[in-house]
Structure formats: C-alpha cells, structure tokens
C-alpha cells in the first residue's frame, strides 16, 4: 500500500531514524531522522547487482508526487544502465575553469606551500598567470568542454617564454582535473598545443659595461643603498639576485664570508663571499635581520626596486638590453674563461645539472674559432685567390 500525504505531513521524528515505505514504485522511501528531516530516498540494485541507495531530495522540496516521478524516472534510466548516483557524481564534477582554478590557488597551493613543494614567489608567478591568461580565456568553459582549440587561442599571442609557461601551467591545472574527476583521464586538452623554440638569452656585460655600471651607481648617492649593495654583490659572486635578497646576517660569517643558503631554488648550499663582496657588506649597517634590508623586517628589499635602480644605472652607463640576472652570467662567463671546469662550474652555479656549465664554457671556448679559421685558411690556399695573410679578421 503506497503512502498518502497526510501520511508524509505527519511524519514525526523517533528515538532512531525510521523509512516510511512506499509501493509505487517499489524502493521508495521516505526516510525520517531524529531531528525531524524527512528526506525521499530511492532503494535499489544497481547492474552488477549491488544495492545502493539515492537521495532524491526533501519532503520540502519534493512532493509525494515528484518524488514519485523523480523514483520512476531513474528506475526507468536503471533499465538502460544509467545509475542515479553515477550521474549525480557526474553532474557535481561539471564545473567551470573558474571554480578549478579557485581550487587550485585556495586548497591545492597552500597545502603544496605547508609541504616546502612550492616558493612564495613561484605561487605569485602562478597567480599571474592564472588571473591574467587562463582565468579570462577558460574560466567560463565548463573544465570537460576545454579543446586543445581553446587552449591555441589562448596563448596565439604569448611571447615564446611566457606561451610556455602558461602552457605549462595549464597542462598542470588540467591533470590536476583528471585526478579530481573533473574530466576523464588521459584527455589534457594541452597535449598537441605546439611549445614555441625558446632562444637561449646569452647577453654578457663587457669589461668596459662593468666598469661603466660601477661607475654609474657610485654617481648615485641619492639612491636605496641596498639595491645599490644588491646589484654590486650579485655581480661579484654571480648569485641570483633572489638569493642576494635572501642572505640574513644569522646565516652570514662576516670574518670567513661563509654564508649559509637554506632555501634556494635548487635547495640549501653553502656560498663563500670573496673579499670585495665581503668588505661591501662588512662596511653596510645593520638593519633589520636581511643584508638587503627592506621597509620591514619581515623581507628583503623588493625584487621590483631593485631592478628599477639597476635599469637607471645602466642609462647612466650608456648600457643596453642588460638585465639583473645577466650580472649572474657575466661572472659564470668570467668562471669559464679562466678555466673553470664543467664540475667546478656546477658548483659555483648551484645546479643539480651540468647543461647551463657546458653552455657556459662553450661560451668562453675559442677552439671553434680557431679550428673554424684553421680550416678556412687551408681551403683558401688550396682553392686559390684569397690569401689568409691578406685578410683581417675583426672582433
């Protein structure tokens, strides 16, 4: 005997959640709890014969009436395979870019941040990325219905470095999405989206470049003396400027200049400052735990302004296309020319690979040239006409 809806109206809680049976059709339930909700649930066995239990809704919000059609509509769905609770799980996980991506930087990175897997400013490059491409170009689509055609036209127009990065990032989100069920597996709408050739920055600053900057950024007594001391070092001991920013007085020996790096991009390592990078800041006042002090002693000084001073001494110096981190490969270059072995190289750089020391001692080589000249010279002999006496070569 199905139930009436005086019957459901009724319906008062008990010391223990009790079902209310209904016979059409049959598994129909109204299911009462202690604290008075009464809610309509669907009994039945799914194809491998299972017994499972879906939750249609409220007596609120659902009738006897709907809940009867909602029981029938999903037993007649049962007939043809579809099961209730799978296709609740599936309408859940279809969700748009835009709640991923808010996922992704308010549970996912913080818990990778609490872990030591990702940096602060590793999280803010991220979050760049999020809210300036993939959130404005994705974040309506719902993450299933992303194509590799979407992702193409969101980076169409990306500088070659930064199309990467973002490809990069967004092939991340996107198997993030396959692991929370957002998408089936294996379909990352980034693969077969084209990486654009990145050309290898090679820019050196010359003697006379190096000699002009410290001469600008003497001339520059009005200037934040730490971003003057900030460059100054990282051109002498050929740190990332981020690593510059990070020596605390705490990890520094001022009379041995062994300084302690606990958190570099490849790890923690220890640095020993050469006398002049030593003598520049054993003569800085003491401000605040960070050699690079900033406005507070809870960081360094701002990367930011650092680099804003270092782009005027180089107008001042009459210096073009330099940037921060070519101070870096200056001393690298410098390394290499003296002779540097490709190890000793790994060393100073602070590499878990060899790839960047090879390049730098390829860099510094002069084999090739002169191999390159030797075999010119022979030929031109042997062809005739030009003579190698009679050509200068220049550079």
Same mark, same amino acid.
């Given at each position: 005997? $199905?139930? *009436?809806?005086?019957?459901?109206?009724?319906?008062? /809680?008990?010391d223990t959640v009790y079902n209310l049976r209904d016979d059409d059709p049959a598994g129909l339930s109204l299911r009462v709890g202690t604290s008075g909700r009464r809610t309509w649930?669907?009994?039945?066995?799914?194809?491998?014969?299972?017994?499972?239990?879906?939750?249609?809704? *409220?007596?609120?919000?659902?009738?006897? %009436?709907?809940?009867?059609?909602?029981?029938?509509?999903a037993q007649r769905g049962l007939s043809r395979g579809v099961d209730p609770l799978d296709e609740k799980a599936s309408r859940r996980a279809r969700i748009t870019v835009?709640?991923?991506?808010?996922?992704?930087?308010?549970?996912?990175? /913080?818990?990778?941040?609490?872990?030591?897997? #990702?940096?602060?400013?590793?999280?803010?490059?991220?979050?760049?990325?999020?809210?300036?491409?993939?959130? /404005?170009?994705?974040?309506?689509?719902?993450?299933?219905?992303?194509?590799?055609?979407?992702?193409?036209?969101?980076?169409?127009?990306?500088? @070659?470095?930064? &199309?990467?990065?973002?490809?990069?990032?967004?092939?991340?989100?996107?198997? =993030? $999405?396959?692991?929370?069920?957002?998408? @089936?597996?294996?379909?990352?709408?980034?693969?077969?989206? +084209?990486?654009? *050739?990145?050309?290898?920055?090679?820019?050196?600053?010359?003697?006379?470049?190096?000699?002009?900057?410290?001469?600008? =950024?003497?001339?520059?007594?009005?200037?934040?003396?730490?971003?003057?001391?900030?460059?100054?070092?990282?051109?002498?001991?050929? =740190?990332?400027?981020?690593?510059?920013?990070?020596?605390?007085?705490?990890?520094?020996?001022?009379?041995?200049?062994?300084?302690?790096?606990?958190?570099?991009?490849? $790890?923690?390592?220890?640095?020993?400052?050469?006398? @002049?990078? =030593?003598? #520049?800041?054993?003569?800085? @006042?003491?401000?605040?735990?960070?050699?690079?002090?900033?406005?507070?002693?809870?960081?360094? #000084?701002?990367?930011?302004?650092?680099?804003?001073?270092?782009?005027?001494?180089?107008?001042?110096?009459?210096?073009?296309?330099? &940037?921060? %981190?070519?101070?870096?490969?200056?001393?690298?270059?410098?390394?290499?020319?003296?002779?540097?072995?490709? /190890?000793?190289?790994?060393?100073?750089?602070?590499?878990?690979?060899?790839?960047?020391?090879?390049?730098?001692?390829?860099?510094?080589?002069?084999?090739?040239?002169?191999?390159?000249?030797?075999?010119?010279? +022979?030929?031109?002999?042997?062809?005739?006409?030009?003579?190698?006496?009679?050509?200068?070569?220049?550079?």
């Amino acid at each position: 005997m $199905g139930l *009436t809806v005086k019957q459901v109206r009724d319906a008062r /809680p008990k010391d223990t959640v009790y079902n209310l049976r209904d016979d059409d059709p049959a598994g129909l339930s109204l299911r009462v709890g202690t604290s008075g909700r009464r809610t309509w649930v669907l009994d039945y066995r799914n194809a491998s014969g299972r017994k499972r239990r879906w939750t249609i809704g *409220t007596a609120e919000a659902f009738t006897l %009436h709907q809940a009867r059609d909602a029981a029938r509509e999903a037993q007649r769905g049962l007939s043809r395979g579809v099961d209730p609770l799978d296709e609740k799980a599936s309408r859940r996980a279809r969700i748009t870019v835009s709640e991923m991506l808010d996922r992704y930087l308010h549970e996912y990175m /913080p818990k990778r941040l609490e872990l030591g897997k #990702l940096k602060p400013k590793t999280i803010s490059g991220y979050q760049r990325q999020i809210e300036g491409n993939i959130r /404005p170009a994705l974040g309506a689509l719902l993450v299933e219905d992303v194509t590799s055609a979407h992702v193409e036209k969101m980076v169409r127009d990306l500088a @070659p470095v930064m &199309r990467n990065r973002v490809l990069a990032l967004t092939s991340k989100l996107f198997r =993030l $999405g396959e692991d929370w069920k957002f998408r @089936p597996q294996h379909t990352n709408p980034v693969r077969g989206v +084209e990486r654009a *050739t990145e050309r290898a920055r090679l820019r050196t600053l010359s003697p006379d470049e190096i000699g002009a900057l410290g001469r600008a =950024l003497s001339s520059m007594s009005d200037a934040n003396p730490w971003a003057i001391l900030a460059i100054r070092l990282a051109a002498l001991t050929g =740190l990332r400027i981020g690593e510059v920013q990070s020596i605390e007085w705490d990890n520094l020996d001022v009379k041995t200049g062994r300084l302690e790096l606990p958190d570099t991009k490849t $790890g923690a390592r220890v640095h020993t400052l050469p006398a @002049p990078a =030593l003598a #520049l800041v054993a003569d800085s @006042p003491r401000t605040g735990k960070f050699v690079i002090a900033g406005k507070t002693d809870k960081a360094p #000084l701002d990367y930011r302004a650092i680099g804003r001073l270092f782009a005027a001494a180089c107008d001042e110096a009459g210096i073009s296309g330099a &940037r921060l %981190h070519d101070l870096r490969r200056t001393a690298m270059s410098n390394a290499a020319r003296r002779g540097a072995s490709v /190890p000793l190289l790994q060393d100073l750089l602070g590499h878990k690979t060899s790839v960047m020391a090879m390049r730098y001692v390829q860099m510094a080589s002069d084999e090739t040239d002169q191999l390159r000249e030797a075999i010119g010279a +022979e030929t031109a002999a042997l062809m005739g006409g030009v003579k190698s006496s009679e050509v200068s070569k220049v550079g």
